[in-house]
T-cell receptor, first 116, second 110 residues
Framework: DAMVIQNPRYQVTQFGKPVTLSCSQTLNHNVMYWYQQKSSQAPKLLFH???????NEADTPDNFQSRRPNTSFCFLDIRSPGLGDAAMYLC???????????????FGPGTRLTVT | DAKTTQPNSMESNEEEPVHLPCNHS???????IHWYRQLPSQGPEYVIH???SNVNNRMASLAIAEDRKSSTLILHRATLRDAAVYYC???????????FGQGTTLQVKP
């Protein structure tokens, strides 16, 4: 089945130690998104890629970066994780960005990040 | 981005219909009404979306008010597996972004 895969499902890192989360998709979708979801809160969009074009949300901290080396893969890099970055990180895809199906996104299961 | 208002929580009995309301009085003409749900420890799942007309799919129905300032997600027969947080989200046809509100936590009782 076509899907969005996130690895690992659980990640523990130390305060200040860089960490990378990965996402892959078999849907061949043009758009890939990263969301942060803290405990008991709603998901919050960090940034997205439309093909190779990167779009950062205005309030996303500089500590968060992303790479998309090809259509299938997208990475979230946290350069110096703080305790406040502990959260579930969700990857999502959509077929296109400006269309009547633009809001139809497919989410992965998420990576739960713990910062010690 | 236009905002939505949903009740914090609702309860339903198993096998009964559930009507989840959403108010979006500042909706613009290009905004689509999307519904997602998030089961415990899972990523959000697309449920349904619409623009002006009511919509049906295998998961649910979406009833949209004539003035588009409110909508209702209808689960025809709730099951225990429908217990989740349900998000009503306005998506601009120009951006495609999902801006999540707090959603409605649906509890289904056997």
């Amino acid at each position: 089945d076509a899907m969005v895969i996130q690895n690992p499902r659980y990640q523990v890192t130390q305060f200040g130690k860089p960490v990378t989360l990965s996402c892959s998709q078999t849907l061949n979708h043009n758009v890939m998104y990263w969301y942060q979801q803290k405990s008991s809160q709603a998901p919050k969009l960090l940034f997205h890629y439309y093909d190779k074009d990167f779009n950062n949300e205005a309030d996303t901290p500089d500590n968060f970066q992303s790479r998309r080396p090809n259509t299938s893969f997208c990475f979230l890099d946290i350069r110096s994780p703080g305790l406040g970055d502990a959260a579930m990180y969700l990857c999502a895809t959509s077929r296109d960005f400006r269309s009547n199906t633009a809001g139809e996104q497919y989410f992965g299961p998420g990576t739960r990040l713990t910062v010690t | 981005d236009a905002k939505t208002t949903q009740p914090n929580s609702m309860e339903s009995n198993e096998e009964e219909p559930v009507h989840l309301p959403c108010n979006h009085s500042t909706i613009s003409g290009t905004d689509y009404i999307h519904w997602y749900r998030q089961l415990p420890s899972q990523g959000p799942e697309y449920v349904i979306h619409g623009l002006t007309s009511n919509v049906n799919n295998r998961m649910a129905s979406l009833a949209i008010a004539e003035d588009r300032k409110s909508s209702t997600l209808i689960l025809h027969r709730a099951t225990l597996r429908d217990a989740a947080v349900y998000y009503c989200i306005l998506v601009s046809g120009n951006t495609g972004k999902l801006i999540f509100g707090q959603g409605t936590t649906l509890q289904v009782k056997p």
